[in-house]
């Protein structure tokens, strides 16, 4: 379980990563969903379905859903 942890730990790192050094909106937004994945799998793990739930429907959904509509309101992001 301790490699899973530690494999975890670096996707989320590397999303980190992605997502702050991205030239496009789009693609930080991609990552930024992916980071709310792989966080929300973390917290399962750590036995917490309750808050994995929760990040999982408001940090990858409801939140790039928000995200995605304002770069296309915008005209960002492309």
Do not use: R
């Not at 992605?18 to 930080?28: D, G, N, P, Q, R």
């Not at 980071?35 to 379905?49: D, E, G, K, R």
């Not at 808050?51 to 995200?67: N, P, Q, R």
């Amino acid at each position: 379980m301790n490699n899973i942890e530690n494999l975890i730990l670096l996707l989320l790192l590397f999303c980190v990563v992605m997502i702050v050094f991205s030239k496009k909106l789009v693609t930080s937004l991609i990552f930024l969903g992916t980071f709310s994945l792989l966080l929300s799998v973390s917290y399962f793990i750590m036995q917490a379905p309750d808050v994995a739930i929760t990040e999982a429907a408001l940090g990858s959904g409801l939140s790039v859903i928000v995200y995605m509509v304002a770069i296309k309101k915008t005209g960002g992001g492309i």
